[in-house]
């Protein structure tokens, strides 16, 4: 199949980026399934790259090559094999889950691969990563001999594909119920099949390690705290003591796993599930160092003003609920909400509780999701590291 582009509209692909809206295609030559590989040329049919095509969808074509080469389990495999010598240079000791692919940002659009010590979880978003599905297997078996492959393929971008969720194992075992990863020397226990996304938020690893660095003799709360990730680095860190907030019974049942197996002590850790709004609200404790790593309050980009408002109110909470110099790390991981967007909500909020507040690093995913510069849609995960005046 060959996809011609309107006049003008190949700028975007010949930088780099990996999305071609369908409204940008003039012709389509040819004719094959969802999900089906396409060359991509120019209005003046000059050649841009290889692709994969769903006609049903406004993200019409992902681009896997600007390249004249095969599509095949050899390019798979060089692909994957690339990000993995990314992954091994830059992962920290004594660390055993990763992600491997990051989509687009390892240019394999619509891919997702989270390695968990000897399984693999994946995700195949879309329907050219469904027809791509085997080779993708067979690469990763090639480069990792894992004892399992196993697939969660569920979420928006899946729907929008016409695709249903998919589940199950792909190759290999079946992992356990619960599979034992490594991550800074903290263990943690993961949920592949019940937990969110592929069962761990490995996207915050950098950010969970300098809060580590910072709780030393400190009051914590861990809102938002899933399976307890930011919680148990602040106690390794020596912190005095860390609630962790989540409205998820079943998350904060492994979180009090994950605390034990860390073998720390239970009289410091509390865990309560509540809904974070009201808890903040209605507790009469301050802290010296808070947590807030909600979910996307903004999963479309028409819920953009109601979910700033979301995140006005939980930030100017938990800016009241902090000591005198006491610390924020606060995050937004919609990828509807601008660095910007999210920096102005959180200066309405300390306007509006009356502190001045100081902004110490602008935090982000960690080195093992890296985003392709030709892509900005790429970046999801927005933090800030804020100290609170007096
Ligand atoms: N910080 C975590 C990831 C947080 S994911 C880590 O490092 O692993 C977001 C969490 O927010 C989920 O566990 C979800 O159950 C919880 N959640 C969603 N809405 C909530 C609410 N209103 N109050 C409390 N928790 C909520």
């Known amino acids: 199949m060959t996809v011609r582009l309107k006049r003008g509209r190949d700028g975007p692909v010949r930088a780099g980026h990996p999305w071609i809206f369908s409204g940008a295609i003039d012709a389509v030559e040819g004719q094959g399934p969802a999900g089906a590989l396409v060359r991509v040329l120019a209005s003046d049919g000059s050649?841009?790259?290889?692709?994969?095509?769903?006609?049903?969808?406004?993200?019409?074509?992902?681009?896997?090559?600007?390249?004249?080469?095969?599509?095949?389990?050899?390019?798979?495999?060089?692909?994957?094999?690339?990000?993995?010598?990314?992954?091994?240079?830059?992962?920290?000791?004594?660390?055993?889950?990763?992600?491997?692919?990051?989509?687009?940002?390892?240019?394999?659009?619509?891919?997702?691969?989270?390695?968990?010590?000897q399984f693999v979880v994946c995700q195949c978003l879309t329907a050219g990563a469904e027809a791509l599905k085997p080779l993708l297997v067979d690469g990763l078996v090639a480069l990792l001999s894992p004892i399992g492959i196993y697939e969660k393929s569920e979420g928006n971008v899946r729907r929008e594909e016409g695709l249903p969720n998919a589940a199950g194992v792909l190759w290999g075992a079946e992992p356990p119920p619960l599979i034992a990863?490594?991550?800074?020397?903290?263990?943690?226990?993961?949920?592949?099949?019940?937990?969110?996304?592929?069962?761990?938020?490995?996207?915050?690893?950098?950010?969970?390690?300098?809060?580590?660095?910072?709780?030393?003799?400190?009051?914590?709360?861990?809102?938002?705290?899933?399976?307890?990730?930011f919680g148990v680095f602040a106690a390794k860190g020596g912190a005095k003591n860390i609630v962790s907030v989540d409205s998820s019974d079943s998350a904060l049942h492994l979180a009090r796993r994950n605390?034990?197996?860390?073998?720390?002590?239970?009289?410091?850790?509390?865990?309560?599930?509540?809904?974070?709004?009201?808890?903040?609200?209605?507790?009469?404790?301050?802290?010296?160092?808070i947590v807030l790593d909600p979910p996307p309050f903004v999963r479309r980009r028409q819920d953009l003003q109601a979910g700033l408002k979301g995140y006005k109110e939980i930030n100017l909470q938990a800016l009241r609920k902090l000591e005198p110099g006491g610390q924020l790390f606060t995050f937004s991981c919609s990828q509807h909400v601008s660095a910007l967007d999210f920096m102005q909500t959180v200066l309405f909020a300390a306007a509006d509780a009356r502190r001045e507040v100081q902004l110490l690093q602008q935090l982000g995913s960690a080195y093992d999701h890296p985003m392709n510069l030709a892509h900005p849609e790429g970046v999801y995960l927005k933090g800030f590291w804020l100290c609170v005046g007096d």
Request: hydrophobic share 40%; glycine share 10%.
């Open 47 to 117: 050649f841009l790259g290889l692709g994969y095509h769903n006609p049903h969808c406004s993200i019409a074509i992902r681009m896997l090559t600007r390249m004249d080469t095969l599509v095949n389990a050899a390019f798979i495999y060089q692909r994957l094999k690339t990000a993995l010598a990314l992954r091994q240079a830059l992962l920290p000791p004594e660390t055993t889950g990763y992600r491997l692919v990051n989509g687009e940002g390892d240019f394999l659009p619509g891919f997702v691969v989270d390695v968990y010590g």
């Open 181 to 229: 990863i490594r991550e800074n020397r903290c263990q943690f226990w993961i949920d592949p099949r019940g937990g969110q996304k592929t069962g761990f938020f490995l996207d915050q690893r950098n950010n969970r390690a300098l809060l580590g660095n910072l709780a030393k003799g400190k009051s914590v709360l861990n809102g938002f705290a899933y399976t307890g990730g």
């Open 259 to 289: 605390w034990e197996s860390n073998a720390l002590p239970s009289e410091q850790g509390r865990f309560l599930q509540a809904d974070m709004f009201t808890y903040l609200r209605d507790t009469p404790q301050r802290f010296e160092l």
